[in-house]
């Protein structure tokens, strides 16, 4: 059997499906091949990794959008609870109503052709129950397989292990090379019932003598709370090879499970008469194996934010997390989480020139062991494969390979893929050909923090409320804001001692660039406090070392930019401020950023009955596209799945609904010669943050109008962008 394709994308993970998405939409015929039986890899119903990123690692803002925020959204809107049986179901529908895609299941890729020059010209794969061989010819391959399987047949160098301190210069790798990885994981599900359920361990469990002398060691805890990801420190087979002894390692992960549970259920020490397992992993998920060496390999120093490339396309955000190789094995901590900020990740390590035509996206891109340490988190593996894909039919439309690409094409490349909703630290959106950018901005209402925000109608509804600033509290702030004021209260006179911090999107632990120390004094009683900061373009971070009796007065009302909290705790406080600078007037709608980066870069209205704002030109212009960016709320992290309950340690507070502040409905006018508005589009029950509209012929328009007629209960307008093409 033949499938002939222009792109062909090979495993049906985060990565794989963001490659075929991308491919697809931008106009390519795209298959996915899978040798699972559903789409998803380690987030799938199968395994049930929940998806994570930037954001659960402690930065502010960073949610990962793109085609996987829309994947996540769905899921928030189809899925509230984040049951992992139906996120399988929000990543089908999404897979099958794609036009231009087609979709092969339980097909196992082991076998290439080649031409000369190294350039693929198929792939073979045999279909689990079906007894069919398919060989896929495509003009470009994309392996997203994680394992680096077609790289590994199409002779591209690859990697496996830590590489020693020298090799890049890497404080964080050990002095000397060692073969050993991250291991594998797998997890179960429990269950409390109406009666006491027995449980008689199988006899390949491990013995409770074994499971007992694991706990405790280095953060190892059970208890009968804990489900699903709680127990990701079941972790097996680093000292082995995660490919070729899979079998063997999902065995022993088995032995372990049983014997956990065993010990739960029958050392007398838990609540768990009631208690059964829901559910548990046959097939273990998998941290590490190959890592190619692509044309350029991130190192720990990129990471870290100390050097960067030009061809960046999308970003990482996730602790520098190091796992013990031996897992339960040894007594070491497990793991060692160092906090990063968001940082670039560049197109070259998405491919090798050894295989012209042949990408990388996931786990098995380009990456030093450190920076995989990294990289490896799912969200950013799904943006890879945004990028991978995006970036295989540029080079089918230019008829070249990555590695001859110039630097417009490069530039074009991050263009399409900013205009698609990605995330590239450092890169500007070009409003060259933007008719946004030249259009004259009248907004209905603009909110305004001048004063003491508590003073408006919404948020004298709520009870106030404080939260000390004891040390590792901080608060938020735009740069911009010179003047931002802070509501505190004193129970006696004292001082704050504070550090300021600059970064172009803050984080919640890691601090950014240094602006400077002080201390404030502060009288008892009710009072605003302003930290002196200089004047240039990012989020200021004050930390708190010392303010004994000193609290922070929160609003019922969120201004984006603006935020407190703690560094060792996931919740965030929106703080009463005051300032006089303008920050979300309609300007921002045409300013290029269409999220928080440097500066709020967000259109809000007053609270009022459907808020607009307006677009118009001098001289007529002819519009053939329109994409209107909205606010998703982009720091609460949208996760695949979840248990019903979860440990303090992972750092999550969960969404239970669609975030208020995102536009539900809403229409696009538009004004032509005559002066008449008439409807081009309506948007109703939307849950996407990008909505896009198209039209079949461009329209000669001298104005453009959108009106918002519904959210899901923030009450007013929230809007990044509108982008606004021939």
């Known amino acids: 059997m033949i499938c002939q394709k222009q792109v062909v994308v090979i495993g049906g993970g985060p990565a794989g499906i963001c490659a075929a998405l991308a491919a697809a939409r931008q106009g390519a015929e795209t298959v996915l091949v899978t040798n699972?039986?559903?789409?998803?890899?380690?987030?799938?119903?199968?395994?049930?990794?929940?998806?994570?990123?930037?954001?659960?690692?402690?930065?502010?803002?960073?949610?990962?959008?793109?085609?996987?925020?829309?994947?996540?959204?769905?899921n928030l809107y189809l899925n509230p609870e984040a049951n992992p049986v139906f996120w399988d179901d929000v990543l089908l529908e999404q897979l099958l109503e794609q036009e231009r895609l087609e979709l092969y299941f339980n097909t196992e890729i082991d076998e290439i052709q080649q031409a000369d020059t190294g350039r693929i010209l198929s792939v073979t794969g045999r279909q689990q129950g079906t007894e069919k061989t398919i060989v896929f010819f495509g003009d470009f391959f994309i392996d997203a397989t994680g394992d680096g399987t077609l790289g590994c047949l199409a002779g591209v160098p690859?990697?496996?292990?830590?590489?020693?301190?020298?090799?890049?210069?890497?404080?964080?790798?050990?002095?000397?090379?060692?073969?050993?990885?991250?291991g594998n994981t797998a997890f179960f599900f429990t269950r409390r019932t109406d009666k006491p359920v027995r449980y008689e361990a199988p006899s390949f469990a491990y013995p409770m003598e074994r499971i007992e002398g694991m706990l405790d060691k280095g953060g190892r805890i059970v208890n009968e709370q804990m489900n699903g990801c709680d127990y990701w420190w079941f972790e097996m087979g680093g000292m082995d090879n995660t490919i070729s002894d899979a079998q063997e390692i999902a065995l022993e992960l088995r032995r372990l499970m049983?014997?956990?549970?065993?010990?739960?259920?029958?050392?007398?020490?838990?609540?768990?008469?009631?208690?059964?397992?829901?559910?548990?992993?046959?097939?273990?998920?998998?941290?590490?194996?190959?890592?190619?060496?692509?044309e350029h390999v991130l190192r720990q120093q990129e990471v870290l934010g100390l050097e960067r490339r030009e061809?960046?396309?999308?970003?990482?955000?996730?602790?520098?997390?190091?796992?013990?190789?031996?897992?339960?094995?040894?007594?070491?901590?497990?793991?060692?989480?160092?906090?990063?900020?968001?940082?670039?990740?560049?197109?070259?390590?998405?491919?090798?020139r050894k295989a012209p035509n042949l990408l990388f996206a996931g786990r098995d891109i380009g990456v030093s062991h450190v920076a995989f340490a990294s990289t490896r988190i799912m969200n950013t593996c799904a943006l890879s494969g945004q990028a991978a894909g995006t970036l295989a039919v540029r080079c089918i439309e230019d008829g070249c390979v990555p590695a001859d690409l110039s630097p417009e094409q490069i530039r074009r490349i991050q263009q399409q893929l900013m205009l698609d909703d990605m995330l590239i630290p450092g890169i500007s959106y070009d409003q060259k050909e933007d008719l946004a950018a030249r259009a004259a901005v009248t907004v209905s209402s603009a909110a305004s923090c001048s004063g003491d925000m508590a003073g408006t109608p919404e948020a004298?509804?709520?009870?106030?409320?404080?939260?000390?600033?004891?040390?590792?509290?901080?608060?938020?702030?735009?740069?911009?804001?010179?003047?931002?004021?802070?509501?505190?209260?004193?129970?006696?006179?004292?001082?704050?001692?504070?550090?300021?911090?600059?970064?172009?999107?803050?984080?919640?632990?890691?601090?950014?660039?240094?602006?400077?120390?002080g201390v404030l004094e502060v009288e008892a009683g009710e009072q605003w406090i302003h930290f002196p900061a200089p004047a240039e373009a990012g989020f200021l971070k004050i930390?708190?070392?010392?303010?004994?009796?000193?609290?922070?007065?929160?609003?019922?009302?969120?201004?984006?930019?603006?935020?407190?909290?703690?560094?060792?705790?996931?919740?965030?406080h929106f703080p009463k401020v005051r300032t006089a600078a303008a920050l979300y007037g309609g300007e921002n709608l045409t300013n290029g950023a269409d999220r928080l980066w440097d500066r709020p870069n967000l259109w809000i209205s007053e609270k009022e009955d459907h808020p607009w704002a307006e677009l118009a030109w001098e001289q007529a212009v002819k519009i053939g596209q329109v994409d209107i960016y909205f606010n998703p709320d982009l720091n609460r992290e949208l996760v695949s799945s979840r248990a019903e309950t979860w440990d303090a340690h992972h750092?999550?507070?969960?969404?239970?609904?669609?975030?208020?502040?995102?536009?539900?409905?809403?229409?696009?006018?538009?004004?032509?010669?005559?002066?008449?508005?008439?409807?081009?589009?309506?948007?109703s029950g939307n849950w996407?943050?990008?909505?896009?509209?198209?039209?079949?012929?461009?329209?000669?328009?001298?104005?453009?109008?959108?009106?918002?007629?519904?959210?899901?209960?923030?009450?007013?307008a929230e809007v990044f962008e509108i982008r606004v093409h021939s």
């Open 36 to 74: 699972r039986p559903m789409p998803g890899g380690n987030s799938s119903s199968e395994i049930r990794v929940w998806t994570r990123g930037a954001t659960g690692g402690g930065n502010l803002y960073a949610e990962e959008m793109g085609i996987w925020g829309e994947l996540k959204l769905r």
């Open 158 to 182: 690859w990697t496996m292990g830590k590489e020693s301190r020298d090799a890049y210069g890497e404080s964080f790798a050990p002095e000397r090379e060692e073969p050993s990885t991250f």
């Open 258 to 294: 049983t014997g956990v549970w065993n010990y739960v259920k029958n050392s007398g020490r838990y609540d768990a008469d009631h208690l059964t397992l829901d559910w548990a992993g046959s097939l273990p998920g998998k941290r590490e194996s190959r890592r190619m060496q692509t």
């Open 311 to 352: 061809d960046s396309a999308f970003y990482g955000g996730w602790y520098l997390d190091f796992h013990p190789s031996d897992g339960v094995n040894t007594g070491e901590e497990n793991c060692v989480q160092i906090p990063v900020q968001v940082y670039p990740l560049p197109l070259a390590c998405l491919y090798h």
């Open 460 to 517: 004298e509804s709520y009870p106030p409320e404080t939260y000390p600033l004891e040390p590792g509290s901080f608060l938020i702030a735009p740069l911009e804001a010179e003047d931002a004021a802070f509501l505190v209260r004193a129970d006696r006179p004292g001082r704050i001692a504070y550090r300021l911090y600059g970064a172009s999107l803050p984080s919640r632990i890691a601090c950014g660039k240094e602006l400077g120390r």
């Open 543 to 572: 930390v708190v070392d010392e303010a004994e009796g000193v609290e922070a007065v929160a609003s019922g009302v969120e201004y984006p930019g603006f935020l407190m909290g703690h560094q060792d705790r996931p919740e965030y």
């Open 651 to 683: 750092k999550y507070v969960a969404r239970h609904g669609m975030p208020p502040q995102l536009v539900r409905d809403a229409v696009l006018w538009g004004r032509g010669g005559d002066g008449t508005w008439r409807k081009l589009a309506g948007l």
């Open 688 to 716: 996407r943050r990008r909505w896009e509209v198209r039209f079949p012929e461009p329209l000669e328009l001298h104005a453009l109008k959108l009106e918002i007629t519904g959210t899901y209960g923030g009450g007013r």
